[in-house]
C-alpha cells in the first residue's frame, strides 16, 4: 500500500484517492466533502488493477437490473423486494436480490441480515431505499460476484460498510449521496476488479481499511 501512495503522489493521482490510500496504509483520519470525485478501482488488461476516476451507477443505470421483466432467474432463486413487506423473506436458497427505487424507507427497518443468503450473487438496490439501515456486511459470501446500489440510500442513520471474504466478487458501485453518516468503510480479502464510489458518500467516514488486495496502479 505505500508503493501505491507513492505512485498516486509521482503520477498525479486526484487527493481523494491519495487520501483513501494514505488512510488505509496510515490509519489516518480520512475528510472528503460533496464535491470530491469517484474513485474507481478497475481490472486492466494485464490483469492488474489500477486506481481511476470514473462514474458511480445512477438510478437509470441499475433500471434494466431492477425491472423484473429482465431476470431470467427461477422465481425460487430469485428475491424481487417491490414492497417493504418483501424485504423480511428470508430464503437461503436465493442467488439474486433486487429492490425497487424508494422502498425500505421506513425507520422501523434498520437492519439487514444479508449474511442469511449463503447463495447470493448479485445484490441490486434502487435509488432512495432504506435509509434508516445501519450497517451492510457482506461477510463469507464466497458465491457474491457483484454488489449495485443506487443513490441517496442509507442516508439517515450512521453506520458501517464492510466487504470481506467474498473470494468472487468483481464489482462493488454505489451511487451519489449514500451513506452520508456512516464512519466505516472495509473491504478486504476480496478479488474486487471495480469499486466506484460516488459523490457524497461516507463524508464522515472515520475508519478506511483496503486490506488484502492485490497491488494498486493508476
Not at 463524508?203 to 488484502?212: I, L
Request: proline share 2%.
Amino acid at each position: 500500500m505505500k508503493d501505491s501512495v507513492e505512485r498516486i503522489v509521482h503520477k498525479g493521482g486526484s487527493s481523494i484517492l491519495l487520501r483513501l490510500a494514505e488512510k488505509a496504509a496510515r490509519e489516518l483520519d480520512w475528510q472528503t466533502s460533496y464535491g470530491s470525485r469517484i474513485a474507481s478501482l478497475s481490472m486492466g488488461s494485464a490483469g492488474k488493477r489500477r486506481l481511476a476516476l470514473g462514474c458511480a451507477p445512477s438510478g437509470s443505470d441499475l433500471a434494466e437490473c431492477i425491472d423484473p421483466s429482465s431476470s431470467i432467474e427461477a422465481e425460487s432463486t430469485l428475491l424481487l423486494i417491490e414492497y417493504d413487506r418483501s424485504f423480511f423473506e428470508n430464503r437461503p436458497e436465493v442467488e439474486v436480490i433486487r429492490m425497487r427505487s424508494g422502498v425500505c424507507d421506513d425507520p422501523d427497518i434498520d437492519c439487514w441480515k444479508l449474511h442469511l443468503f449463503p447463495a447470493l450473487r448479485e445484490l441490486t438496490v434502487g435509488d432512495d431505499c432504506l435509509h434508516f439501515v445501519k450497517e451492510v456486511k457482506l461477510i463469507g459470501l464466497d458465491r457474491l460476484e457483484k454488489v449495485e446500489i443506487g443513490r441517496n440510500c442509507f442516508r439517515e442513520s450512521e453506520g458501517c460498510f464492510e466487504v470481506s471474504e467474498c473470494g468472487a466478487l468483481k464489482s462493488v458501485k454505489m451511487g451519489k449521496g449514500c451513506c452520508v453518516k456512516w464512519s466505516s468503510f472495509v473491504m478486504k480479502n476480496c478479488s474486487i476488479e471495480e469499486v466506484s464510489i460516488g459523490d457524497g458518500c461516507f463524508v464522515n467516514c472515520e475508519k478506511t481499511v483496503f486490506e488484502s488486495l492485490s497491488t494498486v496502479e493508476m
